[in-house]
């Protein structure tokens, strides 16, 4: 009997397999040879293990543009998002408790914004247009003299479309307000220089890059103050006590020394096109944003006449989504596509796919093949050839226009 074939992995936006490089290096802080110490420790291995959290820093801080002395480790970029959020409108001065995001913000972001609002914070969600992108206008005309933060990403996580971060701090550094971008998805795939184009705080994730969960950073400019949100120590300046993960942060410095974008875009981009190219001969298939302004590791596509889970099953050999994976529980339409205007039909029948170090050309071909196959069956069993699309029509007369 041979042996089962490795399923398709196409879901890089949620995680990503750990780099073998990356597992090595982490290896190496484990087990009784390794470089295990507590990096706080004083002692000749303790200040081992503390030159490889500092180089891990150097590099982490290299990959995105910024000074490592910025750089605060956390568990991930969820804590990331909350201690930007939480610890500048804590440190805030009196007067200062309004907060702007948008509504296509990760669930970090926006559980986060809910959080606080809770508390007696104002916030005003900036909406996107039908491309899935937010106007630097819309920012400018949501600040006030008493807000304390903007928080926008840099790259959708299902949409994929790249949004005028630099531009956006431009508005926020003429009103005097910080600006933070999550800027996960942006990692390895576009060029990150956060001090060149004005951010204030920016928060990353190893484990969309080849790296492991439950290490991120959130790089702090030396002028915004932050409080922590949790005490117990003095490591990373008070910010973020707690023993240093040795280990996780030796896998963070290397995965963002191998997540080089001049490498991976060009290839996940030739990626992308492969698939849509595959996809688009299906009849009425749209693409959810403007291809012109995507992530290159991303593509969101809605297949009419579809119900999305239906086809995310019958392709339970190959992995993809629905859209964030920390919304895979809940049963509504995407949040995000539905700020773009599409009807929940439309947002429902829609999936992401994302590309990473690991998927090859073999793997999209194969992939549109099945699709396109599956596709046709659903739409034969749910409406009868050829009477769907007429009845698709109807179900999407309000969308906003076709990309792609």
Excluded at 28 to 56: I, K, Q, T, W
Excluded at 58 to 67: E, K
Excluded at 257 to 281: C, Q
């Amino acid at each position: 009997m041979s042996a089962r074939r490795r399923p398709i992995y196409l879901d890089h936006a949620a995680t990503t397999p750990v780099d073998p490089a990356v597992a090595a290096e982490m290896m190496r802080c484990l087990g009784p040879d390794g470089v295990f110490a507590n990096p706080s420790s004083s002692h000749a291995m303790g200040r081992a293990a503390a030159r490889v959290v500092e180089r891990a820093r150097r590099v982490v801080a290299a990959r995105i543009g910024a000074d490592p002395a910025g750089i605060v480790f956390v568990s991930g970029a969820t804590e990331a998002n909350n201690l930007a959020i939480k610890g500048v409108i804590a440190a805030a001065p009196a007067g200062r408790r309004h907060l702007v995001t948008t509504r296509i913000e990760h669930k970090s972001v926006l559980d986060t914004a809910a959080a606080v609002e809770r508390e007696g914070v104002a916030v005003t969600y900036v909406g996107c247009d039908s491309a899935g992108l937010v106007a630097p206008e819309e920012i400018e005309r949501a600040i006030r003299p008493e807000t304390a933060l903007v928080s926008v990403m840099r790259v959708n996580n299902e949409t994929g479309m790249i949004q005028p971060t630099a531009a956006i701090a431009e508005v926020c550094r003429e009103r005097g307000v910080p600006l933070h971008v999550d800027a996960v998805q942006a990692v390895g795939r576009l060029p990150l220089d956060v001090r060149r184009d004005g951010f204030a705080l920016c928060s990353v994730s190893a484990h969309k890059v080849g790296g492991p969960k439950g290490i991120g950073a959130l790089w702090i400019r030396g002028d915004v103050a932050v409080a922590p949100l949790v005490h117990g120590g003095e490591q990373q300046r008070g910010l973020r006590p707690g023993t240093l993960p040795t280990h996780q942060i030796a896998g963070m410095g290397k995965a963002f020394e191998l997540a080089d974008p001049a490498e991976e875009g060009p290839r996940l981009a030739a990626l992308r096109a492969r698939l849509w190219s595959g996809l688009e001969r299906i009849d009425g298939v749209r693409m959810n944003g403007d291809p012109q302004l995507a992530a290159p590791h991303i593509l969101n596509v809605a297949f009419p006449g579809v119900d999305g889970e239906a086809l995310r099953f019958a392709l339970r050999e190959i992995a993809v989504s629905a859209g964030s994976a920390c919304m895979s529980d809940n049963p509504e339409a995407s949040h995000v596509l539905s700020a773009m205007g599409l009807t929940d039909a439309a947002a429902t029948a829609s999936i992401r796919f994302s590309f990473g170090r690991t998927t090859t050309a073999d793997e999209i071909d194969e992939t549109a093949a099945r699709i396109r196959e599956e596709v046709e069956r659903l739409r034969r069993l749910a409406l009868g050839a050829p009477s769907w699309c007429s009845a698709w029509r109807s179900l999407r007369a309000t969308d906003g226009p076709v990309f792609g």
